[in-house]
């Protein structure tokens, strides 16, 4: 089902990709590394492009010259991590729906950004997807940082946001929140890079599979 037949009036969708991460893990800020010649901010850019109303950058981080167009938003000032800048973009555009990418995404296709539009409906507050390795995603193995989160998701996050120890983890708990399982093809999309190792394993990936990674 389409997201216009589910919703006869959704509400715009625009795209947030989060750079404001301190990459301790990595080493080097993530959003700058390349990946076939290309930052892996820039890959998470085009690949929303497409499917939003417009980009803007989450966070303090550099990014790349070719991107420096873009709007940024500051991190809310009460939280440090992910859930600040989501604060953030609801606080600049509270009407809009948010389609929120982590820069150190470098796999996401459109396909997987329209699937995940796909999956709106009515009464769907955010769309967490479900993917295996419940240890590489958290207790809950749920991905908060390639999702979407509708207008009426902001109480909820403000909620967490002033829990003790705010976890995305948490909003699985609501029956709003909506956690699919993304079709098998598709799932590389969600793989992220935390470490010097990852990036080299997915470099040597990526010239094996002739950069169709």
Known sequence: MSARSANPSPAPVWGGVLVGGESRR???????????????????????????EGIVLLGAGAVPPGLAHL??????????????????????????????AACDLPLIRPAAVAWLAAQRTRGIAAILPRLPHPP?????????????????????????????????QHLVEDPRVATPAPPVGLRPAWRNLNTPDELESLR???????GRG
């Open 26 to 52: 990595m080493g080097k800020a993530k959003q700058l590394l390349e990946l076939g010649g290309r930052t892996l901010v820039e890959r998470v850019v085009a690949a929303l492009e497409p499917a939003v």
């Open 204 to 210: 040597r990936e990526w010239a094996a599979d002739g």
């Open 136 to 168: 590489q995603m958290g207790p809950g193995g749920i991905e908060p940082l390639f999702a979407l989160y509708e207008p009426e998701a902001r109480p909820l996050l403000e909620r967490l946001a002033a829990s003790p120890k705010p976890s995305f």
């Open 71 to 100: 709007p940024r938003l500051a991190d809310d000032g009460r939280l440090r991590g992910p859930l600040a800048g989501l604060l953030a973009a609801f606080a600049h555009r509270p009407g809009a729906a948010w389609l929120v």
